[in-house]
């Protein structure tokens, strides 16, 4: 498997009270000295998206 190297993502957080979809980078793991202005967090695969996830339709 190929690493994922710096490819362009939205991810999925979910919070007590909503569900939030963000523009990310999937980086490889970094190594040392880090970039201190950047946050860098680890996702469940099922949480990183290439295009933006479909939902079923709301029902009003």
């Not at 190929?2 to 963000?22: A, M, N």
């Not at 880090?34 to 099922?46: A, D, M, S």
């Amino acid at each position: 498997m190929k690493p994922s190297g710096d490819l362009p993502v939205i991810v999925r957080l979910l919070w007590e009270t909503h569900e939030e979809l963000l523009p990310a980078r999937a980086i490889k793991p970094p190594t040392p000295p880090y970039n201190h202005h950047e946050l860098i967090v680890w996702l469940r695969v099922e949480d990183v998206f290439r295009t933006i996830p479909r939902r079923p339709p709301m029902r009003w």
